[in-house]
Nanobody, 125 residues
Framework: QVQLGESGGGSVQAGGSLRLACAAS????????MGWFRQAPGKEREFVSR????????YYADSVKGRFTISRDNAKNTVYLQMNSLKPEDTAVYYC??????????????????WGQGTQVTVSS
């Protein structure tokens, strides 16, 4: 069982930055691939980024590539999402997720077994 808790959300102006953090409970954090998803009002939850259990492999949605950076610190049981050059269309609730499926469509929510409660990110123009 893994429990996840996001922090770092808030309100910023376009062009600003935020750093999200997701702290995980349990001793096996390093065994899980971690992902970030987001959900805007009236829209489906969409993939943002994923990092492998070792931290070597990283994947990004085209919409955030070059602006967002995912990282993890297995010693601190924490995964981060550094978000730069934020745009109003980045406004959403951001969720972190943990999973042990290492093959398949990493864009899919079905790759993940555990989810956090989410943190709101609002970007104003």
């Amino acid at each position: 069982q893994v429990q996840l808790g996001e922090s770092g959300g808030g309100s910023v102006q376009a062009g600003g930055s935020l750093r999200l953090a997701c702290a995980a409970s349990g001793r096996t954090f390093s065994a899980y691939a971690m992902g970030w998803f987001r959900q805007a009002p009236g829209k489906e939850r969409e993939f943002v980024s994923r990092i492998s259990s070792s931290g070597i492999m990283k994947y990004y949605a085209d919409s955030v590539k070059g602006r967002f950076t995912i990282s993890r610190d297995n010693a601190k049981n924490t995964v981060y999402l550094q978000m730069n050059s934020l745009k109003p269309e980045d406004t959403a609730v951001y969720y972190c997720a943990a999973g042990q499926k290492f093959s398949g469509n990493y864009l899919s929510t079905s790759m993940y077994d555990y989810w956090g409660q989410g943190t709101q990110v609002t970007v104003s123009s």
